[in-house]
C-alpha cells in the first residue's frame, strides 16, 4: 500500500501544480474528481492496459475508478496544451536538451500478417519529435503528428518550451532559421556541418562553439525512446487524432513520473 500511497500523492502534487478545477466540468454529477482521472490514465499508460482491463485492475488494488467510457471521454478531452503543461512541471529546469524523432505504428502487426503482404513492413504514420533533458533522462518537450513532416518542423516548437541553455541534434535539423531562432533566444545549437552548405552568419557563429564531446550526449534521447517502446510498447491503441496523441503524451508523463521511483526496484541507477 506504500507505492499506492505514492501514486497518489504523486498525482495530487501534480493536479495542484497545475492549477486544474476539482472537477471535469460545472454541471456534470460530481463522482469523479479530475484527480482520480489523471491517475487512472497515467496507470493505464504505464501498465500498457486497455480501458476495460485498467478499470479492473484499479478495482482489484482498492481504488474506485471512473468506467470505462468516462475514461475514454476524458482522454478525448485533455489536449496537448494540458499535457507540455504536465511534461514542463514533471521534467524542471533544462539546461541540456537533445532533439530528434521516432515512429509509432498504429496497430502491431503480427507476422503472419506480414508474410501474407510479401514481408512489406507498413507505414508508420504516427510521429513523435521530442526534447529530452540528457542530464535528468526526462522528455521536456513533444510534439506529436499523425501524417509524415520533416523534422525541422517541429524543431523551433519543442525549442521553445524547452528552454534550455544548450540544444543537440543530428543534421536534419542543420538550418539557417533554426540558428537565428537559438540566437534570438540565446540558446546554443551544436549540430553537424552539412557538405557544401556553409551560407549563414548564425550558422557559421555557432559552428565554431560545436564541440563533439557535448554532441555525443545527442545518443541520450535514442536510449530515452528505447526506454518508451520497451515499456509501453512500439505501437498506439488509440484511433483518432486526439488520442493517439493523449496515449503518448501520457505515456511520456508517466516516464517522467515513474521512472524515479521504480528505477531503484529494477535495480537501476538513479
Not at 514533471?90 to 524523432?101: C, E, Q
Amino acid at each position: 500500500m506504500s507505492k499506492e500511497t505514492k501514486l497518489i500523492k504523486i498525482v495530487k502534487r501534480l493536479v495542484k501544480r497545475l492549477g486544474m478545477p476539482r472537477w471535469l466540468h460545472r454541471y456534470g454529477p460530481k463522482k469523479y474528481e479530475f484527480r482520480e482521472h489523471l491517475q487512472a490514465l497515467l496507470f493505464g499508460y504505464y501498465a500498457h492496459l486497455s480501458y476495460r482491463r485498467l478499470v479492473v485492475a484499479m478495482e482489484l488494488l482498492g481504488h474506485d475508478c471512473p468506467s470505462k467510457s468516462a475514461l475514454q471521454y476524458t482522454a478525448k478531452k485533455l489536449g496537448s496544451g494540458l499535457w507540455m503543461r504536465i511534461l514542463k512541471i514533471t521534467s524542471g529546469i533544462s539546461y541540456l536538451v537533445a532533439l530528434d524523432s521516432t515512429g509509432f505504428s498504429r496497430t502491431n502487426p503480427s507476422y503472419h500478417y506480414l508474410r501474407r503482404i510479401d514481408g512489406k513492413m507498413p507505414k508508420v504514420p504516427v510521429k513523435l519529435s521530442a526534447a529530452f533533458d540528457t542530464r535528468k533522462k526526462k522528455f521536456c518537450a513533444a510534439k506529436i503528428r499523425v501524417l509524415p513532416a520533416h523534422d525541422i518542423r517541429d524543431a523551433q516548437y519543442l525549442l521553445q518550451h524547452a528552454q534550455p541553455k544548450i540544444a543537440v541534434a543530428d543534421k536534419e535539423y542543420n538550418a539557417e532559421k533554426l540558428y537565428r531562432f537559438a540566437e534570438e533566444q540565446n540558446m546554443l545549437l551544436m549540430i553537424p556541418k552539412k557538405k557544401n552548405i556553409r551560407r549563414g552568419y548564425a550558422r557559421r557563429k555557432m559552428h565554431k562553439k560545436f564541440r563533439i564531446r557535448t554532441y555525443h550526449r545527442r545518443e541520450l534521447i535514442e536510449a530515452g525512446f528505447g526506454s518508451i517502446k520497451r515499456k509501453f510498447g512500439m505501437s498506439v491503441s488509440a484511433k483518432t487524432v486526439r488520442t493517439i496523441r493523449t496515449e503518448i503524451y501520457g505515456r511520456l508523463a508517466a516516464h517522467n513520473l515513474f521512472s524515479f521511483w521504480f528505477s531503484g526496484l529494477l535495480g537501476q541507477s538513479r
